[in-house]
């Protein structure tokens, strides 16, 4: 059995600075006490997929990251581990606990299945995993090893990890009770929406020269391709409702940088939950976006549930500072400005595509390089 402290400030050393997760009981030592720490920062994830795309920001914002989960929900990282990290080439250290281990004591019935499957899940994802180490002389080798993974492939390492391989560690630091502002007032949309070309054109022109613009996976990524492409924006693929998620690790890894997130409606609703994670981390340098035209466009326009969800007053109710519901395109750049603190615009734009719409002709990994290559350039 290792120490969390001892683990933690190992891989502290070797540049793991956020720690992001849902917990488990195994992992509790761990995650009370990257709540307590002064050198490392937790972020807590409201699901397995959002705490790899919190993980794959931070990496792309020059800090190592850690994603921690129970493997009973290692199920809802699959799609951002296969369409997002695997795909973009972003690596992050992955734990996750072996609840049902084959062999290992009792456990509740629902973990009998991804028990047996756990390692097999990460071979078949081709993810190189092994033991979490349960002596603290095997902390060093397991962390060198993953490093060097981490740095040759710039894909994810995990580490499976077994009952009572952590000490416990009770939690000190308790949370501040806040009260969530007032929701926006409702306006009148107006009949004639702006089309989704019109408001990304606007967003940068409004943004300034010290931004990061990550657009959601479809065709929001193609239209800003399309406007132009530059250093400073990401296309998301796959990974849908990750967008906001992947912003929030970049905007507290980078507060120097304006983080601008351009989601849609379908993705939102998709994991509504990062709103509540970004709410409570609240940080000061990001845009959150909403483009809503209440239907999955890219795969036949059906139906979102836009329509009888006030996300406005789901952004305040998560504790954004500032909601605006923008009826026009002079109304989104006024209010991406303005912007003071976390931000959440919401604006409603007619559905519709420009004709012969490309797609990116650079490789998401490539569109990644490049964006770190313009990190660094920053002051």
């Known amino acids: 059995m290792i120490h969390a402290n001892a683990f933690v400030e190992a891989a502290r050393r070797r540049g793991f600075g956020l720690w992001t997760g849902v917990p488990c009981s195994f992992l509790q030592p761990f995650i009370n006490f990257t709540i307590d720490s002064q050198d490392v920062r937790y972020v807590g ?7 790899v795309a919190i993980a794959s920001g931070s990496w792309l914002g020059g ?6 989960f129970q493997n009973s929900g290692l199920g809802n990282a699959v799609n951002p581990l296969t369409s997002l990290s695997l795909i973009l080439k972003i690596p992050i250290l992955i734990i996750t606990t072996w609840r049902g281990e084959p062999g290992g004591e009792p456990d509740e019935p629902q973990h009998a299945v991804m028990g047996e499957i756990t390692p ?14 349960r002596e603290e ?10 490093c060097r993974h981490l740095q040759a492939t710039r894909t994810p390492y995990a580490l499976i990890m077994q009952k009572d391989s952590v000490a416990p560690y009770r939690l000190t630091a308790h949370p501040r ?63 849908m409702g990750c967008a906001a998620s992947f912003g929030l690790g970049l905007a507290l890894t980078r507060p120097d940088l304006r983080v601008v997130v351009l989601d849609g409606d379908g993705a939102a609703l998709m994991r509504l939950g990062a709103l509540s994670a970004l709410g409570a981390e609240a940080p000061t340098n990001l845009i959150h976006i909403l483009l809503d035209n209440e239907i999955h466009e890219s795969t036949g326009a059906q139906a979102t549930n836009s329509t009888t969800t006030d996300l406005g007053a789901v952004a305040a ?13 002079a109304e989104v750049k006024r209010a991406v400005r303005q912007a003071q603190g976390l931000t959440f615009v919401h604006t409603r734009i007619k559905p519709g595509i ?9 490789a998401p990994d490539a569109v990644v390089t490049r964006l770190q290559q313009y990190l660094a350039r920053r002051p």
């Open 317 to 329: 109710a998560c504790h954004y500072p500032a909601v605006i519901r923008a009826g026009s395109v």
């Open 177 to 239: 009770p806040r009260v969530p502002p007032a929701p926006a007032p409702a306006i009148d949309w107006p009949e004639e929406k702006p089309t989704r070309r019109d408001v990304l054109e606007a967003v940068r022109q409004a943004v300034g020269p010290n931004a990061v613009l990550i657009a959601t996976t479809g065709y929001t990524g193609r239209e800003l391709y399309a406007l132009g492409d530059r250093d400073d924006q990401l296309y998301m693929v796959g990974s």
């Open 354 to 362: 420009p004709e012969k719409l490309p797609r990116p002709k650079i």
């Open 137 to 146: 002389d095997g902390v060093a080798p397991v962390l060198d090893r993953a």
């Open 45 to 51: 994830a409201t699901n397995e997929g959002d705490a």
């Open 63 to 68: 800090m190592g990251a850690v994603a921690m």
């Open 120 to 133: 097999r899940l990460f071979d078949l994802m081709g993810i190189p995993w092994e033991r979490f180490p």
